[in-house]
């Protein structure tokens, strides 16, 4: 993926099955509690991931992002969320023990979900990503087409920063005026964009027919990967870790 | 035309017993197995057009053969390349009218895409959108895994096309951290990795830099020894002089075919059809001198033979009228100016230099040698990371990006990246709009660029309609309303055929003349020489030279150490000992 980094730590070993799933277990995690402490425990859980899977460096690129979502949701929960006995209020602002609290856990259950689904794209290729979706049953134009998704990210972007740049040359500024002002400058963006993302499509669909991509029948795949202990050792702890969580409390 | 080799199919044959009891047999399939391409009377409309983009094609592609196919814009090279591999008609659609037999195919069946492209493998101009896996070793497995080869036999295969194309150790490379001419050496990698019997390019070397063009014509030189059949579409005639047999297409029709000493040693025919002719054949036309010479050596030789020689006066008189430049006004000046993006290397590695005002200036070197970053400090849109850049005497940072953009024009490389409007005069209007100017005067300006470049009288159309170099002079005007003092144009000749290509250098030597000083980025060695006065050569970041056209020509050496080549002109004159710019100067130094 567009911010994969090129490592050798156990979680860019593991079966690409078991990244998906894996995450997949730990999302549903997430969601189960509503109390900080938990959600404190699962973020400090998947914080060691991002140490030890090497992914810091993406997150420091989008730690601005991290902490804003934390702060946001504390603030706005721990305001607008109407549980226990409110010890301050001013209109619709209410502030109680509870709310801070369930403001902190929806803070950090929002952080974990952002920090694994780094850790996921710091530790897994595009066709990692394609082959874990097809070993767990999709079908192969589907998971390429969502892997490549993936892939187009920062060749579109690099179209859109060339078009931004053609147009500023011309004197367009995006800076300046009112919200609905400034959404109106971005017509000139669009069209080119548009156009782009249309003709690389094409291009691209010719390209991939061009290299066999709609041939039908069974296809050989040049990475394998096969299912290790600790591909078994990690599902099944997530999944104990759901089980008890879901079924017990 | 044949080469002489014998077909691969018929060594099954050699074993002696068959031989002797089937040498009749063995003759005609020699015979069948020669033509490995046959197109007979091959017709395609493509659905929602009237115009038909292919008429009547017919050709037979031989065995061991390297094909060229040259012809203008729109005369139907790329829809001829798209039928050969099946994506015309099964996946775009159309009118198909004809015979097509590929290879072992039965050309009465219908045949799928991939079923085609497992023989005849197409390798378009542009490589970003045609690599999409994360690293180079996975890109060359892509066709094979569709092909359903046994996953033992892909390491081998991916390691030959590897090999092919001089990518060997890049294996881990992510694509997207390859330079141009590696993209797209993996593009073709990609697809000879399948073991095609034919691979067809179609414009592989456009958007390259010389040493990526070079790259790509010894690969393809080197191909035709491994693979049954190689047709490459291409504008630059020298390139081509070792392909085997040429096509000259013109309104979807091939109008002439043969071998380049055929084909080539016809300037003016070339040039009528929108191909640059050879600079050699032209300057022996204008000698009175029969136009077979298609090498320098060659050309020289004869020149020489029929009793020209050089002028020394008329050649020192030619640098005495060497264009001099008024130093008084300096309009751009740039001090010590490094630029970073991210933490990475210096993009611009402390560049000072100084353009006055009226001077043509080109600025060349490879891809990412740091052209583009260095001129977008001039209209602001990229800011020093160290280091300052003055425009008409003030600091960047004191010009608002809009002020700066008034002065300063900036013609981007593609101009499909800025048109957006429904009509050319909406088009032209969006730049003096966006700096206040009023209706009256917005006008005025807009009829007036548009009278420059002469698209004055289609105010109506809508832009998407022109043709790829109207559209790029579309995008001149557009930036020429707002009536900038200093014009940067990038790659301006880009993906435009000869008649493009010299209207809209036309054009801007116009503004030129004009009085408007002109920055122009380019990879074509021709295009300094015969327009540019002064010429600043890059290498990683740093200005390696900053001289007169002729004091850069002058400096083989260096030349060479850039992957510069020289145009045939400046070649021929120095076989002679003179540095001359153009085919005219060359002419004006001999006599008999």
Known sequence: ?249 | MTTGKTPSIILGFSGGDKLKTGSFLVNILTTLALHILELRNLSFTYRGTSDPALKQVTYTHNHGEFTVIMGATGAGKSTFCRCLNGLIPTFIKGDFQGHLKVTDLDPQEKHQVYELARRVGLVFQDFEAQLFSTNVELEAAFALENFAVPQEKMADRVQSALHQVGLTGFENRDPSTLSGGEKQRLAIASVLAGRPDVVVMDEPTTDLDPIGKRDIFALAKSLRNEIQGIILVEHETEHILNADRVLLMVNGAIINEGPPTTILSQPDYLEQHGVRPLQTTVLLQRLGLPTESLTISDAVSNIQAAGWRINEGACQSLEQTEVTTDKMNTVVRIQDLVHRYDQAKAAVDGVSLEVYQGEFVAVVGQNGCGKTTMVKHLNGLHKPTHGTVEILGKNTTEWTLSELGKRVGFVFQNPDHQIFANTILEEVSFGPQNYGLSKEETEKKVLHALDIVGLAGQEDQDPFSLTKGERQQLALASVLATDPDILILDEPTTGLDYHGQTAILQLIRQLHEAGRTIIIITHSMWVVAEYASRCIMMSQGKVVKDSSVRTCFEDRDLLESLHLESPEAVRIGQAFGVTVRSIEELITCLEK
């Open chain 1, 1 to 249: 993926m567009f911010l994969y980094l090129p490592n050798n730590t156990l979680l860019h070993q593991i079966h690409p099955s078991t990244k998906i799933i894996g995450l997949a277990l730990l999302l549903i995690l997430t969601v189960a509690f509503e109390s900080p402490w938990h959600q404190l425990i699962i973020l400090s859980g998947v914080l060691i991931l991002v140490k030890t899977s090497g992914a810091a460096k993406n997150i420091r690129r989008v730690l601005p992002l991290i902490i804003t979502v934390m702060l946001f949701s504390i603030i706005t929960w721990s305001l607008f969320k109407r549980i226990g006995d409110p010890f301050w209020g001013y209109g619709p602002f209410t502030l109680s023990k509870d709310s801070i609290q369930f403001g902190f856990a929806m803070g950090f259950r929002l952080d974990a979900m952002l920090l694994s689904g780094m850790v996921f794209v710091s530790c897994t290729k595009v066709e990692e990503f394609a082959y874990g979706l097809r070993a767990v049953g999709l079908p192969f134009p589907v998971s390429f087409a969502l892997s490549l998704a993936f892939r187009l990210v920062p060749l579109f972007f690099t179209r859109i920063g060339i078009i931004v740049q053609a147009q500023q040359s011309r004197g367009l500024d995006l800076q300046s005026g009112h919200v609905f002002q400034r959404a109106k400058k971005y017509v000139p963006l669009l069209v080119p964009i548009f156009v782009y993302a249309i003709r690389d499509t094409d291009l691209l669909s010719m390209a991939l027919e061009s290299k066999g991509f709609g041939m039908r029948g069974e296809r050989t795949e040049f990475l394998i990967f096969r299912m290790a202990w600790y591909d078994y050792t990690i599902l099944t702890c997530l999944l104990a870790a759901n089980v008890l969580t879901w079924v017990l409390l």
